[in-house]
């Protein structure tokens, strides 16, 4: 049963004060449990029970307290103020061993919070996206402060509002941005705590950069649960004040990304222009290269390098004499062998540039053979990198089908012909088997969309011939 002794670890205060109650004012007293049984505390005796008077411990549950005993009333009468005075003494000790246990049970909480934020920013660490990010982020915080819904709303680097929704539709997560909480938190620059119309209890934090306020993130609990303590919202606080600067960079970052993007693209555009016939090539190139990746399971990081060294493939061009690359008639064997030379040069201006080597190994080895036959280094087979292989399809794929100034683009059926002919000697047979199954997916594929309908293509059903033909083992 819980007693005195549970909540007060030393008792001595008690202990002297009863021994002076007894000797100075000859009262008798025990310390009593919850139910009434007496401790052994300050080991009295019962004395005389004749006249009793019991004075509990004040504590946040029963705990018990102290039962005086006397000879007579008008002893224990006498003895009324200095038990008093004793047990306010004691019950001061014991609102102190309360105020304790209260602050090491918040900083237990805080430390446990510390611990949260940290693990929280070692998993943060290693995101590139803004997107994931915000998406991790939110999962995380609201698992931990036990929230039902949450949403988390910024605006990007090119003013594109990234939203992530948990257990909400887009429509309601407007309707709760539209509520008072969120214009607060986000004219105070602070973390709010509140609730919404219908008594959901929220938490909302401002996105701040240096530029201002770009969004929002907001945890919301049900009406009917315990709303947020002042605790979660530090947290949520001081978790938002600690990401911000996360935020910026990675907005920055973005925006870097996408002007190294444009850079490339322009280049490719300066490259497909020396040749007016080859006008869009390159990003014809990036797009099937980028289909095929996506069909094979690339991740979206490896993806968004194929699409770069795509866009890069034909660089070495810019020291390629234009009227060559212009040239309609069949060219000599010594122009030939200066054509031959672009990936090299394609290394070389990307070697300064200290781009990842699988950037500029797939840019360079994309015209490589399987068998070997392929050119700047001659490699073949597996020593290729796969991404290589990749583009290698999709750069002759795109050759065979777009018009030149000696034919005009053929159709895809004579272009796959050539492809599946070329298996093993000139083309990977999984990276040709990727193209076909992206084409016979079409327009579903967000990387075709736009080329596919310019495709000279008038059996849709050709694609599982080829499959059929080139990719099927044949029965046992
Ligand atoms: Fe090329």
Redesign the pocket.
Known sequence: MPDLTDHMPDTSFLEKSMDLLKNAHRVHSFVLDCEGNPLSLGNNGYGQLSSARFFPFEYREPIGGLLCTADDEKILDAAEPHIRVCMEGVNTLLQRELEIQQMSSEILDISEYINFLFQLEQKLLGIRKLYDFCALLVSEVSGKIGADKALMSVRDSGDDTISIYRNLSSGEAAGIMMQEPFSLALNKKDTVLSTLKDGTSVLVSPVVVKEGGIGCIAFLRSPEKRFFTAYEKKLVGIMNHSISSTVETLRLYDNLKQLYLNTVKSLAAAIDAKDPHTHGHSYRVARYSMAIAKELGYAEELIADIEISAYM??L??IGVSGALLRKPEKLTEEEYEEIKK??YF?GKILEPMRLPDFIVNTAVQ??ERIDGKGYPYGLSGESIIPSARIVAVA?VFDALTSDRPYRPGMPVEKALDILCRGIGTQFDRTMVGALLTALQKGERVKELEDIYPSLNLTDAALFDRFLGEWFTEPAE
């Open positions: 493939h034909d070495g061009k672009h990936p394609t994309h015209h750069d």
